[in-house]
């Protein structure tokens, strides 16, 4: 019988920020009860979202967490079902599986996923295992405890295939 795990992930547009507007989307979907409902805003400042995210994470709730980076997405890639269907499903609560949703359309600032990261590993004892995610494909095998998937995607095309890479993500 395999032991059902808690699941975090974070899915940030975060570190780089669009340079126009200063701001970059953040997704936080658990299948833990970090919240008492999902929670939403347009505009949050990066200082004031990292503080409400540690806080539910400090607990550590999960089994695993899943750090995902892109840099150079903005909310507008996320608008599309094209672009992220799967992710979409997710936020919009159609899988039911997922028990907190944080979603923030604009995070002003920069919010650097690292301190949660490291805030993991020491409160947690959580390990991390980095992916690169613009290889063509990894081998994955987790021993137990509580683990950190830290995966940077590399930042997508200005061009049409820019839905394509986001999708494929």
């Not at 995902?68 to 992710?87: E, I, N």
């Not at 600032?109 to 992916?131: K, W, Y």
Request: glycine share 6%; net charge negative; charged share 20%.
């Amino acid at each position: 019988m395999m032991i059902p795990r808690k699941l975090l992930v974070l899915a940030l547009g975060a570190g780089i920020v669009d340079a126009l507007r200063d701001t970059s989307p953040f997704i936080l979907l658990s299948t833990s009860d970090l919240l008492s409902s999902s929670s939403s805003a347009n505009v949050l400042s990066a200082n004031s979202l990292l503080s409400d995210v540690w806080n539910s994470l400090k607990t550590c709730p999960s089994d695993y967490y899943i750090i995902a980076t892109q840099p150079g997405v903005h909310a507008a890639d996320y608008s599309t079902q094209k672009a992220t269907p799967r992710l979409r499903e997710k936020v919009l609560g159609k899988d039911k599986t997922i028990r907190s949703n944080i979603t923030v359309t604009e995070v002003v600032g920069l919010f650097d996923p690292t301190s949660i990261r490291n805030g993991l590993e020491e409160e947690c004892g959580a390990q991390v295992t980095t992916i690169d995610g613009g290889a063509s494909s990894t081998s994955l095998e987790f021993e137990g405890g509580p683990r950190i998937i830290d995966i940077t995607f590399p930042a997508p095309s200005l061009y049409e295939s820019r839905l394509q890479e986001l999708a494929r993500n």
